[in-house]
């Protein structure tokens, strides 16, 4: 008797017309084994003659665990009538047909955090800010200001600035996700009491040059005064700084310090006209103009306070992702000048009543959260209030001390003017009085903090909102990639676990090409706004043709059998591709596209994760399955996809790929 089987690869038997199971040998194991790696997902294409698509799988471990044989319960055949239609059609484009690609099995397994070596996007890191004409104290006292606008801290190893003279420094250290990067020149007192993130030598003309910002490729990212000739902005009289307003680097995107929301002193006690390590000034609203002020005092908020002089800048009436009961505002300082909220009164002229306390600084903000101050997990707040914003809309009302009227927020009343329930977005202020078109709902970019569970917040408490940055430079996505195949209701370990519970439903993504992919920062969501958490992907490319697999052990997505929705977006909050499906009854059937990657979704699936969608076919000629040992080495067989031995087209299929081992 001659066995003729694919190698590394499971395997149905086939025999005299008779068919038995698929299975998979391995060794016999003396005893239970457990990896001890934190669980790693990859996604490698097989190095063959013809290409083979392959999966990434997120496993309990990095290598196979070894066990003993698990005997799962019998398969139920899939006899009740899905309410989801069989085929529903999606608006993605068709991709051109293509010879089906062989399926080959990986013999080992490897694991890899890295991103492809391939050129740091244009623009992911910005010269956001300098300081060519130095400092009231030395015209010597030069810095220059990097910032992220991404949501994912980056290292520098490896990074370079350069103006192609004197200046060439090797930078280090990590940037924070939307934050800033601090160089001064020579040493740390140029900004006397911000600290630098790295220190420099060599200067900037003050007639003008280029900086250059390389990777670690040696690409450039960025530069500031590409067109060379003089500095676009900044003066050497006042020593202003020149701000970046973001985009590409042109002479219209840059701006001279406007006299606000400064930062810092130098070696001399002066203040720095610039934003060292803070949004530039230009992103500020014009104050309203108040009195000057001889001294730092905090001005006290009664009889003197003008209209304006503190905004009410954003409201998070919806809430947060955690509880839409965890509500926020916030206030801004629009003056020169420190300011005593002693005595002030927020209201809403109904269950809130928040009797102020404590100081504003100039061209700050003041944060309330409601109820305590878990709100906001990671910001502390200035003042903890009671009460509750209609969903609906109400007007919000700020007094001085003296009873003056000095700001609202949805004055003309009705539903609010901006935010959103849903996505529990906040409502911003653009500036100016409070109507209708000053105010507008977070961006998705420029946002700060997290909630009770962790979650983003939609907004931006404390820090400058997001309606007054530049939307960021999209970055384009070479591959295309689809959510390709659910499972939703399992009853069988297709995890590969030892367990059969509902830990093995799964999402698979599918690269169509022509590129890999890196989906670090990339989400997997159901229904937005609401069911599970977003689940955050990490360290994960799919190469062209290849596969993703994500089990709900990770991504705590519960796919529900009443109906749900699946949604991939890219790390700016864009959605690349969604589904929907409506209630789920049978076990063991998935929901995907017929052929990979195309237009048409149909339910009745196959579930094979990390391999191509395949239809079911009850099996109508009424074949027994026989077991019989294939494992000649005397290793234990581990039956997989049971049922899938049932079916004449599957057999078929398998056939052609040379999957069938068969018994002469």
Known sequence: MTQKCSPFYPAPVYCAGILFIWALCIPSPPSMMQSTEAPTLTATASSTSTPSPTATVWSASSTPTTTSTVEPSATPSATHSPETPGTTETPTETPTPSSTPTLTQT????????????????????????????????????????????????????????????????????????????????????????????????????????????????????????????????????????????????????????????????????????TPRQPNSIFFPTPTATSPTPSPSPTPGGAGSDPHTVLVNEVAWAGTLASSSDEWIELYNNSANVIDLTGWLLTDLGDIHIDLTGTIAPHSYFLLERSDDGTIADLAAHQIYTGGLNNSGETLVLYDSSGNLIDSANITGGSWPAGEYTGRLSMERRGGIDQPGNWGSFTGYGGTGHDANGNPIAGSPGIVNSILLPPPTPRPILGRIVINEILIRPHYDWEGTGNIDVYDEFIELHNLGPSSVYL?????????????????????????????????????????????????????????????????????????????????????????????????????????????????????PQPRLIRLTTMPSGTAWLADLGQICCLD
């Open 520 to 636: 670090r920062g990339w989400q997997l969501d159901d229904i937005r706004g609401g069911g599970s958490a977003p689940y955050t992907i990490s360290g994960v490319t799919i190469s062209p043709g290849s596969y993703a697999v994500f089990f709900r052990t990770y991504t705590r997505i519960a796919l529900n059998d009443s109906g749900d929705q699946v949604f991939l977006l890219s790390p700016d909050g864009r959605v690349i591709d969604q589904i929907s499906y409506l209630r789920v009854r049978a076990y063991n059937l998935s929901y995907g596209r017929l052929p990979d990657g195309s237009s048409r979704l149909y339910y009745g699936l196959w579930p094979t994760p990390g391999r191509p969608n395949m239809m079911f076919e009850e099996n109508v000629n009424g074949e027994e399955m026989l077991e019989v040992n294939c494992c000649l080495s005397g290793g234990q």
């Open 107 to 274: 013999p080992t397994e490897t694991t890899s955090n890295s991103p492809p070596a391939t050129p740091v996007p244009a623009l992911t890191i910005l010269i956001n800010e300098v300081a060519w004409a130095g400092s009231e104290y030395s015209s010597s006292d030069e810095w220059i200001e990097l910032h992220n606008p991404g949501s994912e801290p980056i290292s520098l190893e490896g990074w370079r600035l350069s103006d192609g003279g004197d200046i060439n420094t090797a930078l280090h250290g990590i940037i924070a996700s939307y934050g800033y990067f601090l160089l001064e020149r020579t040493d740390d007192s140029t900004v006397a009491n911000i600290a630098a993130d790295e220190i420099y030598t060599g200067s900037l003309h003050n007639n003008g040059e280029t900086l250059h910002l390389y990777d670690p490729s040696g690409n450039c990212v960025d530069s500031a005064n590409m067109a060379g000739g003089g500095w676009p902005a900044g003066d050497s009289a006042s020593r202003a700084s020149m701000e970046r307003r973001g985009g590409e680097d042109q002479p219209g995107n840059w701006a001279t310090f406007c006299g606000i929301a400064g930062a810092g002193v130098d070696a001399g006690g002066h203040p720095i006209y610039g």
